[in-house]
């Protein structure tokens, strides 16, 4: 963490910033609410013969081999015939504008220095994970609903991959951000971090804890005792079993000490 509390807590206030490294070039591809790209302030439509490609692309996170790409996006067909596609989907993306895509004789990839907004939001939980966030990091993301489900409609296996991927390391970065936030003693934010990690999914226990934990580390025990109830009974419905023992035990036990049993966390101040 740097900077002085009073300065950490203003970034607290407001929007996270970019850092330097991260400074947004012309275009931006978004693929909550998309796919589409962003030229300056102006969205651009991608094309939809070049939309499977293009999300093909940027979900590899790195250089893709131009057959594999084919075979895998047209594999009905012999290889001259996927190639000729691949061609077809690139030159209607430049038709329409778009230049995030960069591409060799043998490979594609997205250019490094186009803002994407899934490789966003996989950053910022790797740093509250890896407790490395700064203080703008320290807000829950925006686009946080529509990261749970990622190109709703899209079935292709290795999008579904991503999706699930990304679904569980949001919900790990905002558990570990409630329990920071708790540790800082902000305890409205934690709250509010951990009932979206419940939102997301209600019969998480983990999640569910992390929201127990922050209402008790407040000193709110009815209202951790009225959560957990609620919780058990929901789990017994859909599933037909009991919550961790644990957990029960934390809330009827440990209300008074639940702030030296937290896990430790990097404090943000």
Request: glycine share 8%; hydrophobic share 40%.
């Amino acid at each position: 963490m740097t900077g002085s509390p009073g300065e950490d807590l203003a970034l607290l206030a407001a929007p996270p910033t970019l850092r330097a490294a991260d400074a947004a070039p012309s275009q931006e591809l978004r693929l909550f609410g998309g796919p589409y790209v962003v030229d300056g302030n102006r969205p651009i439509s991608v094309p939809e013969g070049s939309k499977r490609l293009l999300v093909f692309i940027a979900l590899r996170r790195g250089r893709v081999d131009r057959r594999q790409a084919a075979g895998t996006l047209w594999p009905n067909g012999d290889d001259e015939r996927a190639a000729g596609n691949l061609r077809s989907a690139l030159w209607r993306m430049k038709g329409a504008g778009i230049s995030v895509v960069r591409a060799d004789k043998y490979a594609l990839w997205l250019d490094p220095q186009a803002r994407f907004d899934v490789r966003d939001l996989d950053r910022w939980a790797g740093r509250i994970i890896e407790e490395t966030a700064v203080g703008a990091d320290l807000r829950m993301p925006r686009c946080s609903l529509d990261a749970v489900d990622l190109l709703p409609g899209w079935y292709d296996d290795w999008v579904i991959y991503e999706r699930e991927r990304l679904r569980q390391r949001l919900l790990h970065a905002l558990e570990s951000l409630s329990r920071t936030l708790a540790k800082s003693r902000l305890f409205a934010q934690a709250i509010e971090v951990a009932l979206e990690g419940v939102r997301i999914d209600p019969l998480r226990e983990s999640a569910l804890r992390v929201l127990v934990e922050a209402h008790l580390a407040e000193g709110n025990l009815c209202e951790a005792r009225r959560i957990y109830r609620d919780y058990s009974d929901l789990v017994r419905r859909e599933l037909g079993i009991s919550p961790d023992p644990e957990l029960q035990a934390l809330v009827e036990g440990c209300g008074q000490t639940v702030l030296r049993t937290l896990p430790r966390a990097r404090t943000p101040f």
